[in-house]
């Protein structure tokens, strides 16, 4: 399978605390891209880093990505009750139109 | 349209009924996704439209399955003979057609089959 894979796959912290999602994927990307899905339905789009880029931020988070390692991480900072989600990596491989995505982690944030 | 549009929002239907279920991409998109999200699972790739032709339908998971697209508008992905392992969300997705784009889903379509 192509699946990427994430970690952890739940994720339980307090509201204030930083969370940290990592997510590991299989061959080389143009672009890698995180998304946050509430309630099992539709997906917000959240950062797009490209394969050349290895640090991206936008608001409360942060996106890294290692090229040579093959893995990217997702950090949001000051986290808040309303940032409980699902949170999934999908990256878009090179040649490729579709994007694959890794298996998610659930977050949640505790008042 | 200001987003991805997909209905039905939540379809009941019986074993062994076909189904269609609708997506309306983003006007101006050229590229158009179909995934399936099991319950408490990640999401499957099922098939990519550029245009109206399907260059990637690789994840269709077997001949009860089929989509097909008009121009570069509405979509409608037909499952025909459902079974219950067919329950799942099918979300759409659809992008401006390059390989940097960013890719928007809608809110899918939950379907049950009983």
């Known amino acids: 399978s192509q699946q990427g894979e994430e970690d952890p796959q739940a994720l339980s912290i307090q509201e204030g605390e930083n969370a940290t999602m990592n997510c590991s994927y299989k061959?080389?990307?143009?672009?890698l891209q995180w998304y946050r899905q509430n309630s099992g339905r539709g997906l917000v789009h959240l950062i797009l880093?490209?394969?050349?880029?290895r640090e991206k931020h936008s608001g409360r988070l942060r996106v890294t990505l290692d090229t040579s390692k093959k893995s990217s991480s997702l950090l949001i900072t000051a986290s808040r009750a309303a940032d409980t989600a699902s949170y999934f990596c999908?990256?878009?491989?090179?040649?490729?139109?579709?994007?694959?995505f890794g298996t998610g982690t659930r977050l949640l944030v505790s008042p | 349209g200001a987003g991805v549009s997909q209905s039905p929002s939540n379809k009941v239907t019986e074993k062994g009924k076909d189904v269609e279920l609708r997506c309306d991409p983003i006007?101006?998109?050229?590229?158009l996704y179909w995934y399936r999200q099991r319950l408490g699972q990640g999401l499957e790739f099922l098939i990519y439209f550029q245009g109206n032709s399907a260059p990637d339908k690789s994840g269709l998971p077997s001949d009860r399955f089929s989509a097909e697209r008009t121009g570069e508008s509405v979509s409608t992905l037909t499952i025909q003979r459902t079974q219950q392992e067919d329950s799942a969300v099918y979300l759409c997705a659809s992008s401006s057609g390059t390989s940097w784009d960013t890719i928007y889903f809608g809110e899918g379509s939950w379907l049950t089959v009983v």
């Open positions: 999908a990256s878009r491989n090179t040649g490729f139109q579709k994007l694959v």
């Open positions: 061959t080389s990307i143009n672009n």
């Open positions: 006007s101006g998109h050229t590229a």
């Open positions: 880093i490209r394969s050349n880029e």
